[in-house]
């Protein structure tokens, strides 16, 4: 059987990076642009055409294919924040230098007749998992991405859930918290304010102000000391003095779990999922962060639900799930 | 064209009740049996296919039809606690009568060979709005049931969620407040615990006893007095207090608004719908509840949702949702 080629695109603030993907989930090359260079969209995808024309004319050595031609391709995906399935437009994100409504459909339209399909990061994540990840096989789950920001894409039916405004799927803009802490959203108590990056260390920075740093952390290796100032500490630095046993740490740690695992178990009464993947940063801490995950997620499921759905890592890989994910939405029906 | 049958059958704790149903959305005939005296699955569809079979000696007189054969129905449609629409089985129904895991598929299959469908009864009334009702043409939309509980049946892409359980849209035993009141689930927050009938009572009791019932009660037409003691009050005595101006009454729905738009608020960022549609006795209220939720609703919803999503009163009547609404998930696809 021969091979079928897409092109997977994600628009980052800081970088777009787009892939040339085989069918069996392998990137045979990429290219990377400079979000940040373009205040135009006209010349952003005149860039991104002409890279994608130079991957093609590169073809797929391993394979023995010389050159591919734009109208082989099944199409373009891109995965983009505020990415609107229907439309094909990115509507208003605050974090694109090119602002405004963007209508990359109109705009791929002018180069290329190819399929191009477009929807938010978090949903091109969640698809990427279907199509080229562990969730092959599973008709409804749920990818929750935590970073900067706290994504999330839902399959329902095997089909991703986009909704009617074709921006579905935002857990992370889910009130966990009534009148809990401040959202860069303008609302109050969003499950973003807690287990993003910027979650977990307003966590440590307020338990660290509450009980003071342990008396031996200097002879502790890994741990957090009390001279590092708070807009030093990152969440990975977290994570890694949890890993070396920081009680503080640790237990930052403890409480991201609760409140993502009362999230999770909220999910399951929504869709009840077979799974619910994680990705991103936040969720490499490991074990700090699973276990007691695991165990908030049971204690909080409801009881029809229980040991009916499972928390697991996302099987991609960190640098490809974002075009693997883009590249996926080619199989998706509008 | 010819007219086509359905039956639908709503499975209370109490009675049973079933209707022979037209597709233009009339029940045509109905029957009621007492769920209470059965403790064997075999009588009690024994004696639903008895009333079927009377129901369709009769026939449909007001459209000319004399007599309608089994063969000729569409399918029987069941609306039931717990109903699992994968198995057609009822699991472990706490409410009713009949105990253990109920295989009513099996059961009616050994009286006749046409389709036989079951879901709980939130999705049936979810089903029976989006055939016969108010979400006719929408493929997303939720349906809050407000009752003893609180039921829901979330519709996106114009399918009913069933999940990977059967057993999706719970979204009354969403934890809504963490910690919060108990609920009969063993859990403790969720949503059913402040906006059923029963949440609402415990809450006018609660604001009656730290506030104290106004002086000027007794005077005031429909204001519930202090004499009243709190095991009589019921959701429904509040709603009228509430529309005849008793403040407390008032405050009640007031708070149970604001509880229930933060829900439907949180509901949006999953699937967003187009409508959410409540029905159930504790709507009935009417303005006391409905302007004070669509505000709360209003201010707890995404940006990118305002203004996209209405809140709306089921149009089908009370006494024929959930027969009609059984009926009605004959057209689910398996």
Known sequence: MQNTYAIGIDVGGTNTDLGLVRDDSKIVSRRSLPTGNYALIEPYVQDIIDQ?????AEGD?????????????????????????????????????????????????????????????ANAAAYGEYVYGGAKGMEHFIMITLGTGVGSGIVVDGRLVHGSTGTAGELGHNIL??????????????????????????????????KGVPQEAPRMKGWITADIEDSYITSKMIGDAANAGDPLAKETYCMVANWLGLACANACTFSAPEAIFLMGGPTKVGEPLLQPLREAFEENLLNIYKGRCEIRMSELATNEVAILGAAALIKLKK
């Open 61 to 121: 050595p391993e394979a023995g294919v010389t050159s591919i031609r734009m109208d082989e391709l099944t199409g373009i995906g891109m995965g983009a924040p505020n990415g609107n399935f229907y439309t094909g437009c990115v509507e208003w994100a605050p974090n694109l230098p090119i602002r405004g409504l963007l209508d990359f459909q109109k705009e791929f339209g002018k180069h290329t007749s190819i399929p191009f399909v477009l929807s938010n990061d």
């Open 52 to 56: 994608i024309k130079e991957m093609l």
């Open 177 to 210: 918290i009534p009148n809990g802490r401040r959202c860069t959203c303008g609302r109050k108590g969003c499950l973003e304010t807690y287990t993003s990056a910027r979650g977990i260390v307003q966590t440590y920075i307020e338990l660290r102000n509450e």
